[in-house]
C-alpha cells in the first residue's frame, strides 16, 4: 500500500494548520460511563503528535447508530471527557457536527488545541447511500478547516464507504493515521508470508457474521477452532441436539459446507466437546457440564467446557501465528467467562504472534483484568479486520490510495 502517512504530515509542517482526524471512538457505555475506553487510547497517539506539533486538531468520530439525527443517548460528551483526562488538556465538545457550534470551537481554536464534533452519524447525510449527500457532508467538514489536511485514523470504520471516512479524502489532502498503517501491516502478517502452524480461534454470537472470514480462512488456516455461540450452529449442522442453545437454523447447509471443504482441504475443525448446559441466559442460571454433543433439550450453552478449554489451549500451544475473534461464551457473566479466559491465557503463554480481532475479544481481555501486552496485537478494527481477511477492500484505504 503506497499512502501517505502522519510521519509525512508532520514532516512538511503542521504549526498552526488545521488537521481533521477521523477517529474510531465507538466505546461501550454503561449510561454515560465508558466500560472499555480501549478504542480512545488507541485513538490517542495520532491526537497527542498532532497537537504537540501545533496543529488545530478537529477529531470526528461517531457512537453507535443513531439515526440519522440528534440523539442525547449517543453523544460523545463522555468521550470528550475521557479523551481530555487523557490527554492531559481540555478537549472541548462542539455541540453539533458543521453547525454554529462547531464553526464557532473550530474557528477560535489555537495551535495545539483539540475539538471533538458531536457524534457524526446525527447527520445522516454521513451513511446515505448516496454519493451526493455523502460528498455535500464532507465538503462542510473540509470547510471547517480551512487549508487543513485530513488523517484517517479509525481503522474501526475503514470497511465503510461513509462521508467522513472515503468523501473527506477527495475534499482534503489526505494522510493514514499510525493505527491505521499499524491495523494493515498486523493484518499482512495474517495473510502474505503466514508463519505457521497458523491457528484461527472464532468466536461470538452469530455464524452469519463471520460467513465470508470462515470461506476465506479454509484456504488459508491449518486449524481453525470454533466456539461462543455459533458452535452450536456447527454441532447443530453435524446432527446433536444443541437444546436452547443459540442457533441459526438457516445457517446450516452453509456450516455443513464448511465442515466438507475442511475435511477436503485437511484443515483441523476443532469444535467444543462439552459445555456449561444453564437452565437459562443469566448471571445465576443454573448450570453444568455436559458433552457437547448431548445438549439437554431444555438446556443452553453458555460456555466452552473444562475439557474443550483444555482442548483449545492444546490447539493452540505450538502455533506460530494466532488470530482470535469472538468469544467462548457469554463473559459478561462470571460463571460463563471461564472459556474465553482459558484462550486468552493460552495466547498470553504463547511465543506465537498473536492477534485479537478487536471487537468483544479486546474488551474481554480488559474485563478479565488480562495483561493488554501478552498479545502481539490488540485490533480496534472489529469488522474492518475480518472483511480485510474476507479479502475485501477497504473504501477508507482505497480513497487513501487514489491520493498518491
Known amino acids: ?47 497527542k503528535k498532532l497537537a504537540d506539533a501545533g496543529a488545530k486538531v478537529v477529531v470526528t468520530a461517531h457512537l453507535g447508530r443513531p439515526k440519522g439525527e440528534p440523539d442525547p443517548k449517543y453523544t460523545l460528551a463522555p468521550v470528550a471527557k475521557r479523551l481530555s483526562e487523557l490527554l492531559g488538556a481540555e478537549v472541548a465538545l462542539a455541540g453539533d457536527l458543521v453547525g454554529e457550534s462547531a464553526k464557532a470551537l473550530t474557528g477560535g481554536l489555537a495551535a ?3 475539538v471533538l464534533l458531536e457524534n457524526v452519524r446525527f447527520d445522516a447525510r454521513e451513511t446515505s447511500k448516496d454519493a451526493v449527500d455523502r460528498s455535500e457532508l464532507a465538503a462542510e467538514l473540509g470547510a471547517l478547516v480551512p487549508g487543513g ?16 471516512v472515503y468523501e473527506v479524502a477527495s475534499v482534503l489532502p489526505a494522510y493514514a ?23 484461527v480461534v472464532l468466536g461470538g454470537a452469530k455464524v452469519s457474521d463471520k460467513l465470508g472470514v470462515i470461506a476465506n480462512l479454509l484456504t488459508k488456516v491449518d486449524r481453525l477452532l470454533i466456539g461462543g455461540g455459533m458452535a452450536y450452529t456447527f454441532l447443530k ?15 446450516l447447509d452453509q456450516v455443513k459446507g464448511f465442515l466438507s471443504e475442511a475435511e477436503k482441504r485437511g ?39 473444562p475439557e474443550t478449554r483444555e482442548l483449545f489451549a492444546g490447539k493452540l500451544a505450538d502455533a ?26 493460552a495466547l498470553v503463554k504463547s511465543d506465537a504472534f498473536t492477534v485479537v480481532g ?47
Not at 489536511?149 to 467522513?164: I, L, T
Not at 446433536?240 to 438457516?250: C, K, M
Open 1 to 47: 500500500m503506497t499512502v501517505k502517512n502522519l510521519d509525512d504530515l508532520l514532516g512538511e509542517g503542521v504549526q498552526g494548520r488545521y488537521v481533521l482526524v477521523r477517529s474510531d471512538l465507538n466505546v461501550p457505555l454503561d449510561g454515560d460511563r465508558i466500560t472499555d475506553d480501549g478504542r480512545v487510547r488507541a485513538a490517542l497517539p495520532t491526537i
Open 237 to 251: 449442522a453435524q446432527g446433536h441436539e444443541v437444546g436452547n442453545s443459540l442457533l441459526q437454523a438457516d445457517q
Open 267 to 305: 484443515v483441523e475443525l476443532v469444535l467444543p466437546v462439552d459445555v456449561l448446559a444453564a437452565t437459562g441466559f443469566a448471571a445465576d442460571a443454573e448450570h453444568e457440564v455436559v458433552a457437547a454433543t448431548a445438549i439437554p433439550a431444555d438446556r443452553e450453552g453458555l460456555d466452552i467446557g
Open 177 to 199: 493515521g499510525g493505527l491505521v498503517l499499524a491495523e494493515l501491516d498486523v493484518l499482512k502478517k495474517l495473510t502474505d508470508d503466514v508463519k505457521r502452524p497458523y491457528v
Open 112 to 114: 495545539g488545541g483539540v
Open 149 to 164: 489536511a485530513f488523517v484517517s485514523d479509525g481503522f474501526g470504520v475503514v470497511h465503510r464507504k461513509q462521508a467522513s
Open 320 to 345: 506460530a501465528t494466532v488470530f482470535w475473534n469472538g468469544p467462548m461464551g457469554v463473559f459478561e457473566f462470571e460463571a460463563f467467562s471461564g472459556g474465553t479466559r482459558a484462550v486468552a491465557e
Open 358 to 404: 478487536g471487537g468483544d475479544s479486546a474488551a474481554a481481555v480488559r474485563q478479565l483484568g488480562l495483561p493488554e501486552d501478552g498479545f502481539s496485537h490488540i485490533s480496534t478494527g472489529g469488522g474492518a479486520s475480518l472483511e480485510y481477511l474476507e479479502g475485501k477492500e477497504l473504501p477508507g484505504v482505497v480513497a487513501l490510495e487514489e491520493k498518491n
